[in-house]
């Protein structure tokens, strides 16, 4: 079976292919250009270099979010469009647990967060494992609030803190946990297509039907949030 996975959920975009569950390909772009200019480029290229054509394809997968609300709707949307076109099988995969497979070799409470904005992250929590082993569910939180969570099922471990939140929040996660809080280097902080990919095979066999794949939101789109705010002044 050929896995195609694709993620444009965070500030990186990335595709890997999976040839009977093992790496075929794996590339990811972290540059100046668009997810919407990026993707199907990348995806062309995986194709080319793992040796096949689109209709070998087999399943599809996406990284579903949370995330970036518009880059989790270009990858979901290029997989749906994909896969509705081929009629093959799709799976959805959790960017935040996609993020904990980078760092799968470790005692420390896994920690992965985003950068949700408005001082905001999207966080969860696991233990090692493949899949990682789910402490926290995924949540929208004030970056106190959820390290107070984090704390509350970590029990003696350390805390280890991967995705793009750790750049703008590494002082003040230091801060909060002092020793305790391991900070994932750089290489190993953003999501990889390959981690995606690896998940969508193992949940293989719970693939749905194009219609089926769809985002996953933590919280409404800034625009709605402020509309609501306009209406509830009014009121």
């Known amino acids: 079976m050929n896995l195609l996975?694709?993620?444009?959920?965070?500030?990186?975009?990335?595709?890997?292919?999976?040839?009977?569950?093992?790496?075929?390909?794996?590339?990811?772009?972290?540059?100046?250009?668009?997810?919407?200019?990026?993707?199907?480029?990348?995806?062309?290229?995986?194709?080319?270099?793992?040796?096949?054509?689109i209709s070998e394809i087999?399943?599809?997968?996406?990284?579903?979010?949370?995330?970036?609300?518009?880059?989790?709707?270009?990858?979901?949307?290029?997989?749906?469009?994909?896969?509705?076109?081929?009629?093959?099988?799709c799976v959805g995969v959790d960017a935040l647990e996609a993020l904990a497979v980078g760092v799968c070799l470790t005692d420390a409470l896994i920690c992965p967060i985003q950068d949700a904005r408005a001082g905001q992250v999207y966080g969860a929590a696991f233990l090692a494992g493949m899949p990682p082993v789910r402490m926290l569910p995924d949540m929208a939180e004030a970056l106190p609030a959820y390290l107070e969570k984090a704390?509350?099922?970590?029990?003696?471990?350390?805390?280890?803190?991967?995705?793009?939140?750790?750049?703008?929040?590494?002082?003040?996660?230091?801060?909060?946990?002092?020793?305790?809080?391991?900070?994932?280097?750089?290489?190993?902080?953003?999501l990889r297509p390959v981690s995606a990919a690896e998940l969508a095979w193992l949940n293989r066999e719970k693939s749905v039907d194009y219609l089926k794949l769809m985002p996953v939101y933590l919280r409404a789109p800034q625009a709605e949030r402020e509309r609501a705010r306009r209406l509830g002044g009014r009121a």
């Open 5 to 53: 996975a694709v993620d444009t959920s965070g500030p990186v975009a990335g595709v890997a292919v999976l040839k009977d569950g093992e790496v075929a390909y794996e590339g990811a772009a972290v540059n100046r250009l668009t997810h919407s200019v990026n993707l199907m480029p990348m995806i062309e290229e995986a194709l080319g270099r793992a040796g096949l054509d």
């Open 58 to 89: 087999d399943l599809y997968a996406a990284v579903t979010g949370p995330g970036s609300f518009t880059g989790v709707r270009i990858g979901v949307s290029a997989v749906k469009g994909m896969a509705h076109g081929a009629g093959k099988p």
């Open 151 to 190: 704390l509350a099922v970590a029990g003696e471990r350390r805390l280890c803190f991967v995705g793009d939140g750790v750049n703008t929040y590494r002082n003040a996660i230091v801060e909060r946990l002092g020793e305790r809080a391991v900070i994932a280097p750089a290489h190993m902080r953003y």
